[in-house]
């Protein structure tokens, strides 16, 4: 804006004040409400545009302002109120209405708060106040609203019959729990919550019948069971509960306690709340029965840790509070936890001033998480608070029952510790559910019940009555989870049993055969359901590992590698590979010769992608030495991937034959990839287009959806260059569907940015928007690598879409995050070429000449010598020589062997180019480095010679080759064709693979950069 400043409407207070606002208006939990509209009101500093408040044009803005900011307040207020905090809120409310007195919403707040601290007396006199007030300055009445909550405090000065004791603490992260319980209590008479203990399923019954008192005319009553140890004393300990209710003394003539309760109840509209049924199951359910079926206006309220097991009940399973995921979490996302909110709700009472920050919020996540998000537990962690800071309470969960053993003095004894809390379920068990539950220990991730049936003898009877009894809980895929806490304590139970490795054995064998039947298909049709399989017995497989290594036993350890090491290379766990595998293949023993050269080929493959070249060549010759080894898939690859990765072309075709004839039809389809990848990087797309066909078609058949990914992207590669942006779309959104199938964000996000280029190339500046948008719509585990390209992404479109001032400023940011992204530092200069771009399409030549020299003694690989010589060749026109320009462009060839047929940018540079000097002219300068070698291609830019290969791939992109680009240096011709090649000059340059396909070819290879 000429003449004053452009502002970011993001930055500014009242802008993020009218969010948090708004949020906490429309937050459920009053707790997390009044959280954010705290965090709202926080940003004022004094009133409203207080230095131009007298300016006509403030005064309007700043009356909003006030009133927004006072509405907040009220909002704010309410919020407390509804979390049960009426006592701070008395003196400000009263401030309030003195300042606002005609302002109705404060006073009844006002009347709200007084009432519930029991003062009806004086909420009485606040709405006297406002009447007279009212009718004297505005002749009118207070609004319906305030009229009706004076009736209902006059009618309600009596204590509302009921034994529910005002609570003592805040209720907070069940709101949407005691919405659905108290639907459910409205269309059932007998509703049971069930739980693990410390779930917090007692407090949630009596804030359910709290909220339901006007229901009830005969009162909420609750009957607390725990003490009771005797079934035959659960009527009478139900009358003594109602003692207060003045029973009629003729319904109390029955000898029978439970003929007593039926006649003094049979009249009565009221709700009984058992509380802790479980170990009195039988007995709580035969006087449900009887209640229910004689006194039609009593409704009843359970709580257990199992059902009661009778017609009519409708069950409302409790359990642990949300908790944040792992990693770093800010403090305005771990607060939308309600575990964290009763983190920092108790804390705040034990250590006055405490709040979760930014600083601890990590920490109190991490405890909330361990610890199960299970109310009780929280409580007993933010206890230890008045002793041991947040972090040192964390670094104690390890210890958790000895730590978490400081509860209220007038708590139930089995509510003061974890340890009680969990010896109470324990000890109402069975000797066969008992023996269930300790084994089951073993499993990290669940079981199903074919895991739990094998490795801990049971059956499904015994199974389902430990999910009965809340000691496992079951998920939508079928599988049988035990919470950490219970996992740890039957963990040493199955200790004290001395039946831990007998336990851990079945363990590891079981996982053995799963992983060996999942392997025969993670390379067919079947795959997405094995790979699924396998991801979610992820925890236990490292378990099983771990014990068959400790143990000595090579024949499990050895096989389990063997059979895992093609997931570990789906899923881009190479790291975890290649620790596993130098394990388990370094256990002493007699193992199969299959199992361990398979083991060995996976070792070897998975070093390849962690650069460790020489050690993979050695595992490679130590399985290929083995009696039969070569009819393993990957054996003869390992062979076609070195020569790739070295550039070694004579290695390749002598390796290729083995794999295109080799038995296995995927080996065959990825040798094809192998040579169709080859024949692209030198040039030959008629030859790549058919190996590719060929290949496609293969995977098709074999169903893979891995090989077919890899191949459509090469396909786009190929169309790209040749200016076919919609052929790339199409094979682009294909291999995203792929890849999404099978779950690899990755893949998704590069592909998403390539279609983004594509798109651009098109002019389709909308479609490209949408796919940067679903990129960034999706979360994945390297959030810094995923803002850095999708930084590099916004920068790309803003240059695409002709403002190159947004994406110069794009670039920077990007690359000023490049450092900690994680991505390949060889990918800098491509994003430095963008910014050249960008920098030359602001005017700015010079700037741009100086960044191009910045660039050069980074252009090691081809693909980044040929953007340069694009680039520098826009340079030249920018200075007026069309002659350079014309022979920096022959340069592009040079290294690509084909011309680039789908840049705009390059198309305009080549248009420029010619112009300048004419066709004739242009096409004898074009011509003279067109034929240059790689090696003349690099002293002609002045560029350093090449370096030394270095390979970082990334597992299956190994395989097929199809993200390695090897330099020969004479072309030995096409591998397993026979045919003679282009003579053409190539170094050794190699680059690294990130996902099924390296993170380059999502920037290199596009002919839009």
């Known amino acids: 804006m000429p003449g004053g400043y452009r502002l970011d409407p993001a930055s500014r207070d009242v802008d993020e004040f009218e969010r948090l606002a708004a949020a906490g208006r429309g937050e459920p939990d009053p707790a997390r409400a009044a959280e954010l509209l705290r965090a709202a009101l926080a940003l004022w500093r004094g009133p409203a545009l207080v230095d131009v408040g007298d300016a006509d044009f403030a005064r309007a803005a700043a009356l909003r302002l006030d009133e927004l900011r006072l509405v907040a307040t009220e909002d704010r207020i309410e919020a407390e109120l509804r979390a049960g905090a009426a006592a701070g809120a008395v003196a400000e409310l009263t ?126 009553w609750l009957v607390e069971l725990a003490p009771v140890r005797d079934p035959d004393e659960v009527p009478a300990a139900v009358l003594d509960a109602l003692r207060p209710a003045r029973l009629a003394r003729d319904t109390l003539a029955a000898r029978d306690p439970l003929d007593r309760l039926v006649a003094a109840l049979a009249a009565r509209h009221q709700l009984l709340i058992l509380d802790n049924c479980e170990h009195l199951i039988e007995a709580c359910a035969h006087l449900a029965d009887r209640l229910l079926g004689a006194c039609p206006g009593v409704r009843i309220l359970a709580t257990s840790r199992e059902p009661l097991a009778m017609t009519g009940e409708a069950l409302c399973p409790v359990g642990p509070l949300p908790v944040p995921p792992p990693g770093r979490v800010g403090v305005v996302e771990a607060l939308g936890f309600g575990a964290v909110r009763l983190f920092a709700d108790r804390a705040a009472q034990v250590r006055p001033g405490f709040a979760v920050t930014d600083a601890n919020a990590a920490e109190v996540g991490e405890i909330c998480r361990r610890l199960d998000g299970l109310p009780l537990a929280i409580e ?11 972090g040192q309470v964390a670094a104690r969960l390890g210890d958790r029952f000895r730590l978490l053993s400081g509860g209220s003095r007038t708590a139930l004894p089995r509510h003061q ?19 269930l539950a300790r084994r089951m220990s073993v499993f990290l991730d669940g079981a199903t019940l074919e895991a739990a049936e094998t490795v801990c003898e049971s059956d499904l009877a015994t199974v389902s009555a430990l999910v009965d009894k809340s000691f496992l809980g079951v998920d939508d895929d079928g599988r049988y989870q035990m919470l950490e806490t219970i996992r740890v304590y039957a963990a040493g139970r199955l200790i004290e049993a001395g039946e831990a490795a007998a336990t851990r054995d079945r363990h590891a064998a079981y996982l053995l055969g799963l992983a060996r039947t ?68 370094a256990v002493p023993g007699e193992v199969p010769v299959a199992d361990r050269a398979a083991a060995l080929a996976h070792y070897a493959l998975n070093l390849l992608a962690v650069d460790e070249h020489a050690a993979a060549r050695a595992r490679y010759e130590e399985a290929a030495g083995l009696a039969g080894a070569g009819h393993h898939p990957l054996i003869p690859l390992f062979l076609v991937m070195d020569g790739m ?52 078609a293969a995977l098709r058949t074999t169903g893979d959806r891995w090989g077919l990914a890899i191949m459509l992207s090469l396909s786009a590669d190929a169309c790209g260059l040749r200016g076919d942006h919609a052929g790339a779309i199409a094979a682009l959104t294909e291999s995203v569907a792929l890849a999404e199938e099978l779950d690899v964000e990755e893949d998704q996000l590069f592909g998403r940015y390539g279609l983004l280029l594509h798109r651009a190339e098109l002019g389709d500046l909308a479609a490209a928007r949408a796919e940067l948008d679903r990129a960034a719509s999706r979360h994945g585990t390297a959030p810094d690598r995923r803002r850095f390209i999708l930084a590099v992404g916004e920068a790309d479109l803003a240059r695409l879409s002709g403002d190159p001032a947004a994406a110069v400023a794009g670039y920077h940011r990007a690359l000023a995050s490049e450092a900690d992204s994680g991505i390949p530092g060889e990918i800098r200069p491509i994003v430095q070429l963008n910014l050249v771009k960008a920098v030359l399409a602001t005017g700015d030549v010079a700037g741009a000449g100086r960044l191009i020299d910045e660039v050069r003694a980074a252009a090691g690989n081809r693909l980044v010598l040929a953007v340069l010589a694009e680039v520098e060749a826009a340079v030249a026109v920018a200075r007026g020589d069309g002659a350079a320009a014309a022979r920096l462009l022959g340069c592009a060839e040079a290294i690509r062997g084909v011309p680039n047929r789908g840049s705009r940018e390059v198309a305009a540079t080549v248009a420029a180019a010619r112009d300048a000097v004419g066709p004739e002219g242009y096409a004898r300068e074009y011509a003279t480095t067109a034929a240059y070698s790689l090696d003349k291609v690099r002293a002609f830019l002045g560029v350093p010679g090449a370096s030394p290969a270095r390979a970082r791939n990334s597992g299956p992109a190994a395989v097929d080759g199809h993200r390695q680009r090897g330099e020969d240096d004479e072309d030995a011709g096409d591998p397993g064709d026979g045919v003679p090649g282009r003579v053409r000059d190539r170094t050794t340059d190699h680059e690294p693979a990130h996902g099924i396909r390296q993170v380059r070819d999502r920037v290199d290879l596009h002919p839009g950069l």
């Open 417 to 435: 510790t974890l340890q009680a809390v969990v010896d109470w379920s324990w000890d109402l068990l069975s000797a066969a559910e008992q023996r």
């Open 645 to 696: 990765f070295h550039g070694n072309r004579e290695q390749l075709a002598a390796a290729m034959p083995a794999v295109l004839d080799h038995p296995d039809p995927w080996t065959r389809a990825v040798g094809l990839g192998v040579r169709a990848r080859w024949r692209h990087e030198g040039g030959d797309l008629d030859g790549a287009d058919r190996d590719t066909a060929d290949a496609l």
């Open 95 to 220: 401030e309030i209405t003195s300042r606002y007195p005609l302002r109705e919403r404060p006073f009844g707040l006002l009347m709200r708060a007084l009432a519930d601290l029991g003062r009806s007396g004086e909420a009485l006199r606040v709405y006297e106040r406002l009447r007279r007030t009212l009718s004297d300055e505005l002749g009118t009445d207070p609004a319906a609203e305030l009229a009706a909550l004076h009736v209902a405090l006059l009618r309600g000065n009596d204590r509302p019959p009921g034994n529910l004791r005002a609570p003592l603490t805040s209720f907070v992260g069940r709101d949407a729990e005691l919405r659905r319980v108290a639907g459910l209590l409205r269309d059932a008479r007998l509703v049971t919550l069930v739980g693990p203990g410390g779930a917090g399923k007692s407090r949630l019954a009596v804030e359910v019948g709290r909220s339901l008192a006007a229901e009830a005319p005969d009162g909420v």
């Open 518 to 585: 999942a392997e025969r298909y993670l390379r067919r049709r079947e795959q997405l359901t094995w790979l699924a399989r396998l991801t979610a017995e992820r925890g236990d497989i490292a378990a099983a590992l771990r014990w068959s290594v400790d143990r000595g036993d090579a024949a499990t350890a050895v096989g389990l590698g063997a059979a895992l090491g093609w997931f570990w290379s789906l899923r881009n766990h190479h790291g975890e590979a290649v620790d596993w595998l130098g394990q388990v293949l």
């Open 380 to 390: 007993l962690a933010t206890a230890r608070l008045r002793t041991l800071p947040v």
